[in-house]
């Protein structure tokens, strides 16, 4: 046997011993003759570096240091899930799929772990990218750090595809993050809080080596891909299983709702078994064409439903109620709380939202408070224990002047919060404003965060977001904390950000209750923030999706001289205010005022892609048919309910070729 057979067999020897150890709980080897054989094939492929492997079982220990995570964006986005927290909510959903999908929905149910969300990519049967969730559209490349976890594997078994993506969440036993603890607390450290931030912070360590000490595990449950051989969830997560994932057997095929709630109560009390914390049910629609029917809202899919678990319940002392100021001017009132442990963190401090939830609780200075954390994430107070109040406590008084500025606030009628109407001349708005100017989703700003904003506002340099064009090296450079290649890396960042397209530029001018679905809408739409600016009430809202309250806040924002001021300068620096050439150049509105639905299966392209091509030329998709439906676009396997609904109305069905005819 040859060196390069050697190194083969040993590789493959390894790869399967670490399958059997670290995925199936089944091993055939000792841990020692395990570390010989990898020490063997470490100094073989030292001695012959012309046999490298990018995924060589070799790279498990790590030892690669990352100084900066580069973002990249997510082939397939990650969206978040709608949670839910009764039987009613589980019931409701699954009577608007039932109005959605044709024939028998089914469900699969699964555990939701509490760890960090991944993605990885495997080409070929190869590990290629390990990317976190980050905004859902681009997160942070941690491929290095993810290849020291044993139970993801680096090289696949069987029939898997040539490309694809499966998500997954990067989670710390307690077996392991128990022994992680003794071993600090015996070194004089600080104990970690709770396995799902240790094992979030484990993937931005800068190097591997420490990452691999570290017993993280990770559990896949979703393939993402075009053309995939696989027909329901279920069959996914078996054949992710037969690739090599480390999948878990806590899953269940319910025919029923019934059967859904039977699996929900009984890991309800059999949770706490479990080597992981996990803190809910997440119920999908079983089939993979349902799924593709039922589609997406701008967050969710619709298809997906999480049941979160009984949140975890805690008193302590009130001691204050502040008030913040956001970049909008909406005042929150905030409890600032005795510090006590809850779910694994130790909270301080609970949003109140407004005047009306003190009131409605009557919650006091002072007060014992009942603090739980809504799904388990932010913590909230849902009442007050009264026998332990103070006789001599008084009524909670809500502010009437703005904390920040003093300008008195203004609450208008239908709307909770109160506001603080000096928009100019409030330093938590003017930060606040800029903030999200510069955020990941709008501007995404390289060397600028939050902290440097509030120091160039704090130091007179910048007033409005339009400002940051006009800085120089030389005004940077003296601030705290800020040296030559900082101040490089920022106007640099600046520049760059001058390249991003008008749809995240017009989400990045913080106009009220336009986000980036609506951001996107208005732009697709009117093309030119020119257009857009002398867009009347009426004619916004005969925009897809924006309503009349969307359409008051775009006239008012567009009313202001010193708005208008502002996105001139921004014209006069580069900034991108009016859709690319290029992407004009495949947008048509030979489709305007036309609603399709999309039903089926395709052949000549995915059902992404049609729905995209329907609103690159003026369409609009709709999720269901009615009255207002002009085409069905159906492809094989179209459900007979929705055929049937289209001929009782008269809507035109038409054929995957008949609609690419109508494009052409």
């Given amino acids: 046997m040859n060196i390069e057979q050697q190194i083969t067999t040993l590789r493959n020897e390894l790869r399967e011993h670490n399958y059997n150890y670290y995925v199936l709980d089944a091993p055939t080897i000792s841990d020692f003759e395990f570390d010989q054989k990898l020490k063997q094939l470490q100094e073989l492929e030292k ?7 990018a995924n060589s079982p070799t790279l498990r220990v790590g030892g690669e240091i990352t100084k900066n995570f580069e973002t990249v964006p997510h082939t397939y986005r990650m969206f978040s899930l ?7 909510d589980l019931e409701d959903w699954e009577k608007r799929i039932e109005k959605m999908v044709d024939g028998k929905v089914e469900f699969t149910c699964e555990l939701k772990y509490d760890g960090a969300s991944i993605s990885l990519t495997y080409e070929n049967g190869k590990l290629k990218k390990a990317v976190t969730r980050g905004d ?8 290095a750090n993810v290849k020291t976890i044993r139970s993801v594997p680096l090289q696949l078994k069987g029939d898997y595809p040539p490309l694809f993506d499966i998500r997954g969440e990067i989670v710390l036993p307690f077996e392991g993050f128990a022994k992680m603890n003794a071993e600090r607390v015996e070194a004089g450290e600080e104990p970690y809080r709770n396995p799902r931030n240790t094992a979030s912070g484990s993937l931005k360590l800068q190097d591997s080596s420490e990452v691999a000490k570290r017993p993280l595990e990770c559990l896949l449950y979703s393939l993402k891909g075009a053309r995939l051989p696989i027909k329901t969830q279920f069959e996914s997560l078996e054949k992710a299983r037969d690739w090599g994932f480390k999948v878990p057997k806590a899953a269940n095929l319910a025919k029923n709702l019934d059967e859904v709630l039977e699996f929900v109560n009984y890991w309800d009390i059999h949770r706490h078994e479990l080597p992981y914390e996990t803190d809910g049910v997440v119920v999908k629609v079983n089939n993979l064409q349902q799924q593709e029917e039922l589609g997406y809202t701008a967050k969710s899919p619709r298809w997906a439903m999480a049941y979160k678990f009984k949140a975890e319940q805690v008193s302590t002392v009130l001691n204050q109620i502040t008030y913040q100021v956001g970049r909008t001017g909406a005042i929150t009132p905030v409890a600032n709380l005795e510090p006590v442990e809850l779910a694994g963190t130790i909270v301080k401090r609970a ?13 006091r200075e002072g007060d014992t408070v009942f603090v739980e954390k809504g799904g388990e994430i932010i913590p909230k107070i849902i009442g007050v224990d009264f026998k332990q109040r103070d006789p001599n406590s008084s009524p909670t008084n809500y502010i009437t002047e703005c904390p920040e500025c003093g300008t008195t606030l203004v609450r208008t009628e239908g709307e909770a919060q109160h506001y603080c109407p000096n928009t100019e001349g409030c330093p938590p708005q003017i930060i606040g404003r800029i903030q999200h100017f510069i955020s990941r989703k709008a501007m995404d700003i390289e060397g600028l965060g939050g902290e440097t904003v509030a120091l160039l506002v704090n130091n007179g340099l910048i007033n409005n977001y339009s400002d940051l064009y006009l800085l120089k090296e030389e005004q940077i450079i003296p601030l705290e904390r800020m040296a030559q290649k900082s101040a490089e890396n920022m106007i640099n960042g600046i520049e ?20 980036e679905t609506v951001a996107k809408k208005l732009a697709k739409h009117y093309k030119t923030i020119d257009a857009l600016k002398n867009a009347s009430e009426e004619e916004l809202t005969t925009v897809d999706e924006i309503g009349q309250r969307i359409a008051q806040s775009v006239v008012s924002f567009f009313a202001s001289e010193e708005n208008i ?4 300068r921004l014209k006069s620096y580069g900034v991108q205010l009016e859709i690319s050439a290029e992407k004009l150049a495949n947008q048509t509105d030979v489709l305007q005022g036309n609603t399709f639905v999309v039903s089926g299966v395709f052949t000549k392209v995915s059902r992404d892609e049609l729905k995209k091509l329907i609103e690159d030329n003026g369409g609009k998709v709709s999720s269901s048919i009615s009255s207002k439906t002009n085409y069905v676009v159906a492809g094989d396997n179209m459900g007979p309910s929705k055929k049937t609904k289209a001929e009782s109305l008269g809507v035109a069905i038409i054929s995957e070729d008949d609609f690419l005819q109508m494009i052409s």
Avoid at 82 to 88: G, H, I, L, M, V
Wanted: glycine share 6%.
């Fill in 47 to 53: 001695a012959h570096p012309e046999f490298y492997d």
């Fill in 82 to 88: 709608d949670n839910s927290y009764s039987k009613e």
């Fill in 136 to 143: 859902g559209f681009q997160g942070d490349d941690v491929t």
């Fill in 351 to 363: 949003s109140l939202h407004n005047a009306d939830q003190i009131e409605k609780l009557d919650i």
């Fill in 496 to 515: 760059a950000s001058k390249e991003i397209p008008f749809e995240r530029v017009l989400f990045a001018l913080g106009i009220r209750y336009v986000g």
């Fill in 565 to 568: 001021a502002t996105i001139e």
